[in-house]
């Protein structure tokens, strides 16, 4: 019992400290308890294979796809208008929305899906997100009590009342309890998450002095490729399907550059797909195809008409912009001994030699677009190619020539597919509806909703969706789920959950009912919140009995003690999925989650014998 008491002070004292990683303080506290043998190797590894941490791992691939497909960020604008550009009333929409959404679908589920959107949305509106990610994960919590099936703890106490010659709870008996605690929570939030909004926006202050990272779309507009830019369209009926651009001549013919080729844009399939091609001499057009052209109006017009095409006259419409689904843009600084210098554009011939063209350069503060064949570079020119992700990044290794300005892989991994959209959001619905139908087990359904994003196209490659998933808030929740074993197995649990309401217990039920609340409350701090309830519900039950009341509001204690518990990172998954993302440490929880965990469970102490009376 020592043992297990001093590692669960030491990893205590170590999340608190914050100078070592939460996963790494939750690792060394495992393999103590571990080598000391306290637990055994297979119980102090059972936290990796435990269903909820395997269904993290799928959530965060979930949640990956979407963001990466866009639809994070659609519906973040969907809850940003809902909010009215109102500080206080977005929040307010979060919160509501992810408790209503959590009375039916497990709180895991329901952050990992909110999650995505949030960050988008606090993107948009300009507000900082950690105000509104650990209120989200919070939220989750309070409404699984709004349900039967909301969070595992009802369904304990639920047999438990069952098991004692009851009727059983309808799947709406939680109502008035969660319903009072989801608003009166939602009202505690507000000037809590305060906290969290004044500690991030000072440390975003100090950040924001480094240099801005523009977004391919900024450096597009800065080169000022979008003003000449024109969008056609080729009919099945056009002559021009199954030329190549070579016998176009389009330069000669129309002063006209083709700067992309898109195929699969106007296809009405939910499995669509869209490839770019990188023009070429040799680049066939086939029907359904969309060019992208830079040249003069006059040009374009002629080209149009010529072959019949479809010219979209609208050039400030969304779709004219360039799109780095396989063609991405980068600049490139030329070494001050390069060979590439004073030799003209054309003499470089970068499409046939490197597999990109050359759109720009700028020139100190001046940008160049036109008539670049006959352009020599010059020492301190950036040059702005285009060409697919893997030829640009080909271009970084070659340090002798020239330096490429970012990351081109890692910027290609933050371009959204969003024509992928549509599946991403059939997916995700698919997903939800199975959760609250339980057709199969929980942990598959998210299992197989993953993959159905990866086998889709919503992730570039099987790569790009493992690097979504948070390993530090699975090892924290993996290691510290073996905990319970070591105080269940010393006897710790049983200790504290029985003395504490021996004595309470003799002052009257109230104190009773505050016994088993604090207790579950403090146990679910170290101890999954199902296991506590496993182990808390029978006590309460006794307790009842033997005090001659009902055993009901005892019974909802702790399921609320076992829910409602918010002043650490790792007592329920909601609030370690919510931690990397927000940027909080465990002083973050304890300093907005105590109190509001404080505040509600007094409130539902007075509340539950109003509610079911004794």
Request: hydrophobic share 50%; proline share 5%.
């Amino acid at each position: 019992m020592l043992i297990s008491l001093l590692t669960l002070g030491l990893a205590v004292v170590g999340f608190v400290w914050g100078r070592l990683r939460a996963d790494v303080v939750a690792l060394l506290a495992l393999v103590v308890l571990a080598v000391s043998g306290v637990i055994s190797t297979q119980e102090a590894l059972s936290g990796f294979a435990n269903p909820i941490v395997i269904m993290m791992v799928g959530l965060f691939v979930v949640g990956g796809a979407i963001f990466n497909t866009g639809l994070a960020k659609m519906l973040g604008a969907r809850l940003l208008k809902l909010g009215g550009g109102n500080p206080t009333k977005l929040f307010l929409v979060v919160v509501l929305a992810t408790g209503l959404i959590g009375g039916f679908v497990s709180n895991t589920g329901t952050v990992a899906l909110m999650l995505p959107i949030v960050v988008s949305m606090a993107a948009a509106s300009g507000s900082s997100a950690s105000r509104f990610l650990m209120p989200l994960a919070f939220a989750s919590s309070m409404g699984g009590m709004l349900t039967l099936i909301g969070t595992p703890p009802n369904l304990v106490i639920a047999e438990v009342w069952e098991e004692g010659g009851h009727e059983p709870l309808t799947m709406f008996s939680f109502l008035p309890a969660g319903a009072l605690c989801l608003v009166a929570g939602t009202l505690l939030m507000i000037p809590l998450s305060r906290i969290l909004i004044r500690k991030r926006s000072s440390s975003e202050e100090a950040g924001s002095t480094g240099r801005k990272t523009r977004s391919l779309s900024e450096i597009v507009d800065e080169y000022g490729l979008n003003d000449d830019l024109w969008r056609v369209t080729v009919p099945s009926t056009s002559p021009i399907a199954g030329l190549t651009l070579g016998n176009l001549a389009l330069r000669k013919n129309y002063d006209l550059d083709v700067l992309e080729l898109r195929t699969g844009e106007h296809s009405r399939r939910l499995l669509k797909n869209i490839t770019q091609e990188t023009p070429t001499a040799s680049s066939t057009v086939d029907p359904g195809d969309v060019l992208f052209v830079r040249g003069p109006k006059e040009g374009v017009d002629q080209f149009a008409t010529h072959y019949g095409l479809e010219l979209d006259l609208n050039p400030e419409d969304a779709r004219h912009n360039l799109r780095f689904y396989d063609i991405g843009v980068a600049e490139i600084v030329p070494m001050p001994d390069s060979p590439i210098l004073k030799q003209t554009i054309a003499q470089l011939d970068f499409r046939n030699r490197f597999n990109v063209n050359v759109l720009g350069v700028r020139r100190g503060g001046v940008y160049i677009t036109d008539d670049l064949a006959s352009l020599a570079v010059r020492k301190n020119d950036v040059l702005l190619v285009q060409g697919t992700w893997k030829a640009i990044d080909a271009l970084s290794e070659d340090t002798r020539r020239w330096v490429v300005l970012g990351q081109p892989l890692s910027e290609a991994s933050k371009v959204t597919i969003d024509y992928k959209a549509p599946i991403a959001a059939v997916i995700m619905a698919a997903m939800i509806l199975m959760l609250v139908l339980d057709l199969v087990p929980a942990v598959m359904t998210v299992i197989m909703a993953a993959l159905a994003m990866v086998l889709t196209g919503c992730f570039r490659s099987v790569g790009d969706a493992y690097k979504t998933i948070n390993w530090e808030s699975i090892v924290l929740i993996a290691a510290m789920m073996p905990m319970s074993f070591a105080l269940e197995k010393t006897g710790v649990s049983d200790a504290v959950s029985a003395a504490l309401v021996t004595h309470l217990g003799s002052l009257g039920p109230h104190w009773l009912l505050a016994g088993l609340y604090f207790t579950t409350s403090l146990m679910t701090l170290f101890i999954s919140n199902t296991a506590t309830a496993v182990l808390m519900a029978p006590i309460a039950m006794q307790s009842a009995v033997a005090y001659g009341v009902n055993p009901l509001p005892m019974l909802f204690a702790v399921t609320l003690g076992a829910s409602l518990c918010f002043a650490s990172p790792f007592s329920t998954p909601p609030n370690a999925l919510v931690m990397s993302a927000g940027q909080y440490t465990f002083t973050d929880y304890l300093k907005v989650g105590a109190p509001l965990q404080v505040i509600l469970g007094v409130l539902m102490i007075f509340a539950l014998p109003l509610i079911f009376p004794f």
